[in-house]
């Protein structure tokens, strides 16, 4: 199995919401991008490359920062050691 394929086969309902949270980051990151860097450069065509290189490495970024975090929680609630309410 490629290792794509193990990080983005198991979403939808009974799955965790890391691939639509990356996607509405995604949106929200390039809006926000374009916006500053069209207003601090009042040019249309340097606020969308910045808006395009940027937000995309970044969402990227953000998914895998994702899949380990719930890696993270799911071995954590695994762990025969973890006991809630303790660090």
């Known amino acids: 199995m490629s290792a794509l394929?193990?990080?983005?086969?198991?979403?939808?309902?009974?799955?965790?919401?890391?691939?639509?949270?990356?996607?509405?980051?995604?949106?929200?990151?390039?809006?926000?991008?374009?916006?500053?860097?069209?207003?601090?450069t009042g040019d249309i065509i340097?606020?969308?490359?910045?808006a395009m290189v940027e937000p995309a490495i970044n969402t990227v970024a953000y998914f895998f920062h994702e899949k380990i975090w719930a890696r993270r929680l799911r071995n954590a609630r695994g762990s025969p050691h973890h006991q809630p309410g303790t660090c």
């Open 5 to 40: 394929k193990l990080f983005v086969h198991d979403h939808g309902s009974r799955g965790d919401q890391s691939l639509l949270k990356t996607i509405t980051f995604a949106i929200t990151h390039f809006t926000v991008a374009f916006t500053v860097a069209y207003l601090l």
């Open 46 to 50: 340097v606020g969308s490359l910045i």
